[in-house]
């Protein structure tokens, strides 16, 4: 957890430990950083404003070289500093104050989403060239491989495994997200966006279906 509020930090700390999770606080953005490159943790939790080194710039530099998920720590009202968080590759956001059982929600939601799924289909999906394989959580189009954080993975993985079906936000957000959609949560449309960034390069692979949802296109004539 990075947040200059020592005080915050260590009570989140000591409730996210009677949790079951080992967690580490640090303060600024720089040490913050230095320990989410380190290889030691599992997610960041990254406080907006820190001192030095702010959280934005922290989740830039961590995306140019790493996929922890991070959950994003904004401040209430400020919807700019969510999408903005999101665009450069946050997960999830919370707003402060939070209740901190809400945090640990959101932590166990994503980890449920990075444990092997023992019952789920395991073979490797290839649809319209691009190929996703769920046992690797690889993905690549047209032979290339494309690195895609792990939201976007399980994004997508949604929308292939419905190609050709239409996906509506709200059941992708309480598929992934364990909880209810609000009106005032743009967390899928950005990951969308940023997944048709990296994998559609010249043609439509995820269509916008106006005021119902998603849909993976099956063919070229699907992207039309």
Same mark, same amino acid.
Not at 29 to 58: C, N, Q, T, Y
Not at 137 to 161: K, P
């Given at each position: 957890?990075?947040?200059?509020?020592?005080?915050? !930090?260590?009570?989140?700390?000591?409730?996210?430990?009677?949790?079951?999770?080992?967690?580490?606080?640090?303060?600024? *953005?720089?040490?913050?950083?230095?320990?989410?490159? +380190?290889?030691?943790?599992?997610?960041?939790?990254?406080?907006? /404003? @820190? $001192? *030095?080194?702010?959280?934005?710039?922290?989740?830039?530099?961590?995306?140019?070289?790493?996929? @922890? #998920?991070?959950? /994003?720590?904004?401040?209430? +009202?400020?919807?700019?500093?969510?999408?903005?968080?999101?665009?450069? *590759?946050?997960?999830?956001?919370?707003?402060? $104050?939070?209740? #901190?059982?809400?945090?640990?929600?959101?932590?166990?939601?994503?980890?449920?989403?990075? %444990? #092997?799924?023992?019952?789920? #289909?395991?073979?490797?999906?290839?649809?319209?060239?691009?190929?996703?394989? $769920?046992?690797?959580?690889?993905?690549?189009?047209? +032979?290339?491989?494309?690195?895609?954080?792990?939201?976007?993975?399980?994004?997508?993985? @949604?929308?292939?495994?419905? !190609?050709?079906?239409? @996906?509506?936000?709200?059941?992708?957000?309480?598929?992934?997200?364990?909880?209810?959609?609000?009106?005032?949560?743009?967390?899928?449309?950005?990951?969308?966006?940023?997944?048709?960034?990296?994998?559609?390069?010249?043609?439509?692979?995820?269509?916008?279906?106006?005021?119902? +949802?998603?849909?993976?296109?099956?063919? %070229? %004539? %699907?992207?039309?």
């Amino acid at each position: 957890m990075v947040d200059d509020d020592a005080e915050l !930090a260590g009570l989140v700390s000591r409730f996210l430990q009677k949790e079951g999770f080992t967690v580490a606080a640090v303060h600024d *953005g720089e040490a913050g950083l230095a320990a989410a490159l +380190g290889g030691r943790f599992e997610l960041l939790v990254l406080d907006v /404003m @820190l $001192p *030095g080194l702010d959280g934005f710039s922290v989740l830039r530099k961590l995306r140019e070289k790493s996929q @922890l #998920p991070v959950i /994003m720590l904004t401040a209430r +009202g400020q919807d700019i500093d969510r999408i903005t968080g999101l665009e450069l *590759g946050a997960d999830d956001y919370l707003a402060k $104050p939070f209740n #901190p059982h809400e945090l640990v929600a959101r932590i166990k939601a994503i980890f449920r989403r990075m %444990e #092997p799924r023992t019952n789920a #289909p395991s073979q490797r999906i290839e649809v319209n060239g691009v190929t996703l394989d $769920p046992a690797a959580r690889a993905v690549s189009v047209d +032979g290339g491989r494309v690195d895609l954080t792990t939201i976007e993975f399980d994004i997508l993985e @949604l929308l292939m495994r419905a !190609a050709g079906r239409v @996906l509506s936000r709200d059941a992708i957000i309480e598929s992934l997200y364990d909880r209810k959609a609000t009106g005032f949560d743009q967390s899928v449309n950005v990951h969308i966006s940023h997944i048709r960034r990296k994998i559609e390069r010249g043609r439509t692979l995820i269509k916008t279906v106006r005021g119902v +949802g998603y849909q993976f296109c099956q063919s %070229e %004539e %699907e992207s039309r």
